[in-house]
């Protein structure tokens, strides 16, 4: 087995590093000046603009999409690594290279299953990073981790669909510059398969019947680099029915698509999270001094630091192999490493940004470290793209298959 990257993977961890140092890190401290004197809080800073620019200069751009004809045509292998790497600034450089969630999602969704006029209206300003998305699927009456409970209407009338319910949750839909909702609701609530009730349908944010209600939070953040995670109402909004994405009753089989690649986006990203939690740890435990010893002197403390080490290796592998798979032998043979990394992942990062937390005492609780947010985010991912419970009882029914 060869574990080491390939030359393109290699250029470009060097000049993403590069980036990462010379751009993206001094960009931290300013983008929480540029919004303290925003007029909205969920205006963008400028300095997302310069990075943006730089990051398109130097070609770091649309990373994720494995397809030439629209991204850098990287493989998941590839872009793993790379994903890492923006996943040390998580509110920063996915933005600034055009890798951001849900944009990537609905990038891919749209180059998947979108048609032409679609894609022209829509991916292709996505793809240039000029416009944002949302993936409008969460509802807060029903238990949406069982996607055949969502309960929003789509309903075609005449030469068009009219789109009723209520979602919240829905990242990037407090930003300005989200122009549109991808919105999965049921198109035939009387279909025997429960699983071909639902349908996707492009709705514009403009559209009259569309009310962005509120951006609710997440362990008190709002996340507004991000653009929010918003209650959004659909009363009645009209849109063409060629917005439909697919056919009719074909959504959850679209919204899989969707949410396998993004499930491993996120893993890898929470890989690089865990690794600047160790960095400030390490540079933590070293420049201070309790009980008459450095804290790196503190037997805990080293044994923290050294967990820390194992879980990230352990957690990288399995990630990668993930990759791999579904670069090999795709997204459904590699079914359970996704719902395994899926499970893991997100568990023991959480575990390491809080021991980060605890080492910094009262300064890791504080906006002054990004640990409280990084924190914040992790745990939040225990129940994005599906919660922990969900994929074990999917992930355990597989295994014990195998033996009945």
């Known amino acids: 087995m060869d574990f080491a990257f390939d030359?393109?993977?290699?250029?470009?961890?060097?000049r993403l590093l590069a980036f990462m140092e010379e751009y993206v890190y001094p960009a931290e401290p300013v983008a929480a000046e540029q919004r303290a004197r925003l007029a909205s809080p969920w205006d963008t800073p400028a300095v997302f603009g310069e990075l943006k620019a730089e990051a398109r200069r130097q070609g770091l751009w649309n990373l994720f999409l494995p397809d030439s004809a629209y991204g850098a045509g990287l493989t998941n292998l590839?872009?793993?690594?790379?994903?890492?790497?923006?996943?040390?600034?998580?509110?920063?450089?996915?933005?600034?290279?055009?890798?951001?969630?849900?944009?990537?999602?609905?990038?891919?969704?749209?180059a998947q299953f979108g048609s032409e006029e679609q894609k022209k209206q829509w991916l292709d300003p996505l793809l240039a990073g000029e416009i944002r998305s949302a993936f409008a699927m969460t509802e807060p009456e029903v238990a949406s981790s069982d996607a055949t409970n969502i309960?929003?209407?789509?309903?075609?009338?005449?030469?068009?669909?009219?789109?009723?319910?209520?979602?919240?949750?829905?990242?990037?839909?407090?930003?300005?510059?989200?122009?549109?909702?991808i919105v999965m609701g049921k198109t035939d609530p009387r279909a025997a398969d429960p699983r071909r009730q639902q349908s996707m349908i492009l709705v514009p944010r403009d559209t009259p019947g569309v009310e962005v209600?509120?951006?609710?939070?997440?362990?008190?953040?709002?996340?507004?680099?991000?653009?929010?995670?918003?209650?959004?109402?659909?009363?009645?909004?009209?849109?063409?029915?060629s917005n439909l994405i697919g056919e009719e009753g074909t959504g959850f089989t679209i919204a899989q698509a969707r949410l396998g690649p993004g499930?491993?986006?996120?893993?890898?990203?929470?890989?690089?999270?865990?690794?600047?939690a160790i960095e400030l740890m390490c540079r933590r435990a070293i420049g201070r001094t309790a009980f008459g010893k450095e804290l790196a002197a503190q037997g805990v403390v080293q044994g923290w630091i050294a967990d820390a080490r194992v879980t990230v290796e352990q957690l990288r592998l399995l990630v990668l192999k993930t990759a791999w798979l579904m670069d090999t032998v795709g997204n459904r043979g590699a079914h359970t490493e996704i719902q395994a990394i899926k499970i893991a992942t997100p568990r023991a990062v959480v575990g390491i940004l809080d021991q980060a937390v605890q080492l910094h005492g009262a300064g890791g609780v504080s906006q002054d470290f990004p640990l409280a947010e990084l924190w914040a985010a992790a745990r939040t991912l225990?129940?994005?793209?599906?919660?922990?419970?969900?994929?074990?009882?999917s992930l355990a029914q597989r295994e014990l298959k195998r033996y009945r």
């Open 7 to 14: 030359a393109r993977t290699e250029e470009l961890r060097e």
């Open 78 to 110: 590839q872009y793993a690594p790379l994903a890492e790497i923006t996943g040390r600034s998580p509110h920063l450089a996915p933005t600034a290279t055009n890798c951001a969630a849900p944009d990537t999602g609905n990038m891919e969704l749209l």
């Open 151 to 181: 309960e929003t209407r789509i309903e075609r009338v005449g030469d068009a669909y009219v789109v009723t319910g209520r979602k919240w949750f829905i990242s990037g839909a407090m930003n300005p510059d989200c122009k549109v909702f």
């Open 213 to 241: 209600r509120r951006a609710m939070t997440v362990y008190g953040y709002e996340d507004h680099d991000h653009g929010g995670h918003a209650e959004v109402v659909f009363d009645g909004a009209r849109v063409p029915a």
């Open 263 to 276: 499930r491993i986006h996120h893993c890898m990203r929470l890989i690089g999270m865990a690794e600047r």
């Open 382 to 393: 225990r129940l994005a793209d599906g919660p922990d419970e969900v994929h074990q009882r």
